[in-house]
Nanobody
Framework: QVQVVASGGGLVQAGGSLTLSCAAS????????AAWYRQAPEKQRELVAV???????NYADSVKGRFIVSKDNSLHTAYLQMTSLKPEDTAVYYC???????????????WGQGTQVTVSS
C-alpha cells in the first residue's frame, strides 16, 4: 500500500510564495509521474502541473511562469513551488503520485489528502 501525504499549505498574502510537498511512503520502487490539482469552492478540480518520468513538465495557463513542479525520486516526493501568488490561487491543492512498486508488476496511483492554500489580497 502506497500512501501519499500533502503538506505545506497555509495563508499568504498576494505576491507571496509557498511550496507544497507531496511525499509517498510504502513499497515504492520508483516514483515516475507527479501531478498537482486544485479545487476551489464551487469549482471543478483543475489540473495545475505535471512532471513526467522523463522530467517533462506541463502547467495550466493560469500558473505558467509562477509555479514550478519538481520531484525527488530518491525521496519519493514531489514539490510545487508557487510564487507571485494571487487570490485566485486559493484552493485545496491535491497531489497524485504514480510509479512502480517492489515485488509486483502493479504500479501505484495514489492521491494525497489535500492541503489548503489561501491567498489574501
Amino acid at each position: 500500500q502506497v500512501q501519499v501525504v500533502a503538506s505545506g499549505g497555509g495563508l499568504v498574502q498576494a505576491g507571496g510564495s509557498l511550496t507544497l510537498s507531496c511525499a509517498a511512503s510504502g513499497a515504492i520502487q520508483s516514483l515516475n509521474t507527479a501531478a498537482w490539482y486544485r479545487q476551489a469552492p464551487e469549482k471543478q478540480r483543475e489540473l495545475v502541473a505535471v512532471i513526467t518520468d522523463g522530467e517533462a513538465t506541463n502547467y495550466a495557463d493560469s500558473v505558467k511562469g509562477r509555479f514550478i513542479v519538481s520531484k525527488d525520486n530518491s525521496l519519493h516526493t514531489a514539490y510545487l513551488q508557487m510564487t507571485s501568488l494571487k487570490p485566485e490561487d486559493t484552493a485545496v491543492y491535491y497531489c497524485n503520485l504514480q510509479g512502480t512498486r517492489w515485488m509486483t508488476t502493479n504500479g501505484f496511483n495514489s492521491w494525497g489528502q489535500g492541503t489548503q492554500v489561501t491567498v489574501s489580497s
